[in-house]
């Protein structure tokens, strides 16, 4: 029998390579389970009494479910892919009718609900692509660290859970690094197709994704990739102009799309804003980003002064670069921002931390290896629970659903509820009220309470109507008086306000005032924590805490999610 060395070194070949894919498979698929672990228990809650802010998937798929095409500034202000795939995977779940009365709550929920589910599994793609784009600049080991960073972080976590795009466009700009990698290393038509997939994702979740669709020009300028490069690139910009064509409400350059706004005046606030929101929620993981941000920044400044030609980075980092850097330094410079504007670049921040503890165990220093590992393992552990401590909070009764219950043992039926259209309860209204409301008043849209009762009408017999009335909207101008309750036709026995302390101080407040606030006492205060001064503070979407003390504090503290809830007698 003849060996033959050639056969056997492809054999082995092939053999190593099928164990890498499955072990960036396998890594991948472990760190999407644990993501999406963290993301889904409690995901309704608050759901259908108060909806997260710009809840426009929300609004959107529940006119797709009423039969009626998006319109008006809510179809304007996103793309609308979103709201049809949770309006489809609505129906494709919809089992029968609702019977009880958490079935109708469930229902009245789901426009908002199923927006989440495609968000959070979605959003937890973010880790498996943070993994897979890491194993090109860190060992496995430390590029599954990564992976668990961006898993766990409370950041991402935080809007990966809500149903709006930007914990979405985390994992497409991920996907776009990881995939610019595999265009850069074999430069074939099968990655291409999947890094102009990724891009097109990206595009049809949220405008600013149009800032991640540089990095295959980037590839192609570093591979000099001939007419295959060209084709590709000219492939990706007629798919993405198409796409823009097809699913945004409107082009870049129309008013409403500020998502893709750059404005020339740059004053460095938003950047204090990144770093402090950042901070806020991830300390361990942005003082680790902070300090490998600042090494790269000390390597390059000593690379230039000794040769000024090698200060530009490696190819890699100029692809991964052009993934994240536009989208942040673009939002940097806006006057004004918002904490989900940055949420996308916690991969990156993720990367940059696996990147300088792999650097650190690789020094000369004593105790390198045990120290990069401590600090490793304090960063994941601090991530980690308090990413679980959300989890755990989703999944318990809010103050809402608190106030209902204590509303159904201690108020009589027939004595009237009047609350601002703010939140709401999830109470069985008087029919006769529901129906004045809805057409005496134009009911907020993210109403989705009121507004399923009114169109819907639940059989009575659930559950005995509450009188309820809505506090006008012209009364949120000033003080609430007297006279505005007689124009409604009845004054109130009890009122519902929800607010932090320094929007609801109590009787006589601007809330309140004259008559009605005379003799009023309150009946029940729920907050979900009590804050530093010890006063009734609310817990729910965007107010998780200023900084990583208050966050933690506030998290740990905290027994509900949910807005203040307080309930006054008027007597």
């Known amino acids: ?210 800032l991640a669709c540089g990095v295959l020009p980037v590839v192609q300028l570093l591979r000099r990739g001939g007419r295959r490069g060209v084709a590709q690139v000219l492939a990706l910009a007629a798919s993405v102009a198409l796409a823009v064509k097809l699913a945004w409400p409107k082009a870049p350059w129309e008013s409403g799309t500020a998502h893709l706004e750059v404005k020339l005046q740059f004053d460095g606030s938003n950047v ?118 959300f989890a755990w909070l989703r999944t318990q009764q809010s103050t809402l659903d608190v106030a209902a219950e204590w509303i159904e043992r201690t108020i009589p039926p027939d004595q009237v509820i009047a609350f601002v259209p703010a939140a709401e309860l999830g109470l069985r209204y008087d029919a006769a009220d529901v129906e004045r409301m809805d057409q005496e008043f134009k009911m907020r849209e993210a109403l989705f309470w009121l507004r399923y009762l009114a169109q819907h009408k639940p059989e009575p017999s659930l559950r005995a109507g509450r009188r309820v009335r809505l506090i006008p909207r012209l009364a949120l101008q000033g003080p609430l008086q007297l006279e505005q309750w007689v124009a409604l036709g009845t004054r109130p026995n009890w009122l519902v306000l929800w607010g932090s302390i320094d929007t609801v101080a109590g009787p006589g407040s601007h809330l309140l005032s004259g008559e009605l606030a005379a003799g009023s006492e309150y009946a029940l205060e729920l907050p979900s924590l009590l804050d530093a001064r010890r006063r009734p503070a609310a817990m729910s979407y965007d107010d998780l805490g200023e900084g990583p003390l208050e966050t933690w504090k506030r998290l740990w503290s905290a027994q509900r999610l949910g807005p203040v809830v307080r309930v006054l007698q008027a007597k």
């Open 272 to 389: 204090i804003n990144m770093v402090r929101w950042f901070y806020a929620a991830d300390p361990l993981l942005s003082l680790l980003c902070s300090v490998a941000c600042l090494l790269l920044l000390k390597r390059w400044i000593d690379a230039f002064a000794a040769r000024p030609a090698a200060l530009a980075p490696s190819a890699r980092a100029l692809v991964v670069g052009s993934a994240f850097l536009p989208l942040g330094l673009t939002f940097a410079t806006f006057h004004m921002g918002y904490p989900r504007f940055f949420v996308p670049l916690v991969p990156l921040a993720a990367l940059l931390a696996a990147w300088l503890l792999a650097r650190w165990m690789r020094t000369e220093m004593a105790g390198a290896r045990v120290l990069s590992t401590l600090v490793a393992l304090l960063t994941l552990g601090v991530s980690a629970s308090a990413s679980a401590r």
């Open 1 to 210: 029998m003849v060996y033959n060395g050639s056969l056997a070194r492809q054999t082995l070949a092939v053999t190593g390579l099928q164990s890498k894919v499955a072990l960036a498979s396998t890594g991948a698929l472990v760190l999407y389970a644990l993501a999406l672990g963290l993301r889904w228990p409690g995901l309704g809650f608050l759901l259908p009494l108060d909806l997260e802010p710009d809840a426009v998937w929300a609004v959107l798929a529940k006119d797709l479910a009423a039969g009626i095409a998006p319109a008006g500034e809510h179809a304007t202000a996103y793309p609308n892919v979103v709201p049809y795939l949770a309006h489809a995977l609505r129906q494709l779940c919809t089992t029968g009718a609702p019977q009880t009365w958490n079935e109708h709550l469930m229902e009245a929920a789901a426009p908002a609900f199923y927006p989440r589910v495609i968000a959070a599994l979605a959003s937890a793609g973010a880790a498996s692509f943070t993994y897979l784009m890491a194993r090109r600049f860190v060992g496995v080991r430390w590029a599954f660290f990564a992976g668990l960073l961006c898993a766990t972080s409370l950041f991402l976590t935080q809007y990966s859970v809500q149903g709006r795009p930007h914990a979405l466009l985390a994992t497409t700009c991920a996907a776009c690094a990881w995939s610019g990698l595999r265009v850069l290393e074999r430069g074939r038509w099968l990655d291409a197709a999947i890094h102009i997939a990724a891009c097109l994702a990206g595009v049809l979740i949220l405008q600013s994704a149009l």
